[in-house]
């Protein structure tokens, strides 16, 4: 349990860093995954004595995870940029919620009024976090990122059961975060700036800590705990993503967005609890 809370408390963390390394989303996004997955290639290496997959459908499928994956954290991370980290990782969190409408299509399950209530406190949550729909506006743009990165996770997290239930957190996330690293090069090398004396160690430490480390950890949670308890301790993100930055960033959180991140995290807790049921 230990483990778990130390992923959460990490992962939490990560919105932080989109405001205080001074670079665009998908350059901290580019950089974080070719470090991360270098580290976690050399893990599986050692630990596992091979990094190859089952076949050239195993490859196919991991590409387009890697793709959905490099397209969330260049969302998620805009979403922060451009609004506040309360609002980013509050709309992210979204996307339990989403997961249970998008699994109807990818299994047997049918809906039930307990998920259509849960989608309508998330539709008043994230409405009381958008001051007005209009799309000059940073906390609407932040919002709307928010939810493209919680759509794109939620795929993600369904095609990856569906597809690598045998496969090593490690493993999958290695090539997961390369796929990534490899889309953003080519504009990396063509426009990118790299990351200024300042920011390189923090680059590194988003890389190998709050990337590699985190995301494996939160792999080897779910060897040892019931989904549904990763899940409801994973909804305190949030919460540690607010405090993060009320305390190094000095961003207190408007009322509403208060209001509307605890209706959000209580259709998250929810919808975990009743799914894992």
């Excluded at 979403?79 to 249970?100: E, H, N, R």
């Excluded at 408007?254 to 959000?264: H, K, Q, R, S």
Aim: hydrophobic content about 60%; charged content about 10%; proline content about 3%.
């Amino acid at each position: 349990m230990f483990t778990l809370h130390l992923t959460v408390v990490l992962m939490g963390a990560t919105g932080i860093f989109a405001r205080i390394i001074d670079l665009p989303a998908w350059e901290i996004t580019g950089y974080r995954t070719a470090i991360a997955a270098l580290v976690l290639f050399a893990w599986v290496q050692w630990r596992e004595g091979t990094i190859r997959l089952s076949g050239a459908r195993a490859y196919g499928r991991m590409l387009v995870l890697g793709l959905l994956l490099g397209l969330h954290w260049i969302t998620y991370f805009q979403a922060m940029q451009v609004s506040s980290v309360a609002i980013g990782m509050i709309a992210l969190f979204a996307y339990p919620v989403m997961t249970v409408f998008l699994e109807p299509f990818f299994t047997r399950i049918r809906l039930n009024w307990r998920d259509l209530v849960s989608g309508l406190l998330v539709l008043l949550g994230i409405y009381l976090l958008v001051p007005e729909f209009d799309l000059a506006n940073n906390g609407t743009q932040g919002v709307l990122w928010g939810l493209l990165s919680a759509l794109l996770f939620a795929l993600r997290n369904i095609l990856l059961g569906h597809w690598f239930s045998d496969v090593s957190a490690a493993r999958s996330l290695a090539y997961q975060t390369a796929i990534t690293a490899v889309m953003i090069a080519p504009a990396l090398l063509l426009v990118g700036e790299l990351p200024q004396v300042a920011d390189i160690g923090l680059v590194l430490l988003l890389g190998v800590v709050f990337t590699a480390v985190a995301h494996t950890l939160l792999g080897y949670s779910l060897r040892f705990l019931r989904p549904k308890t990763v899940g409801l301790v994973s909804c305190m993100q949030p919460v540690y993503g607010v405090l993060y930055a009320l305390l190094l960033l000095g961003s207190v959180p408007t009322v509403a967005t208060i209001v509307g991140g605890l209706l959000v995290s209580l259709a998250a807790f929810y919808e975990t609890l009743q799914v894992r049921r």
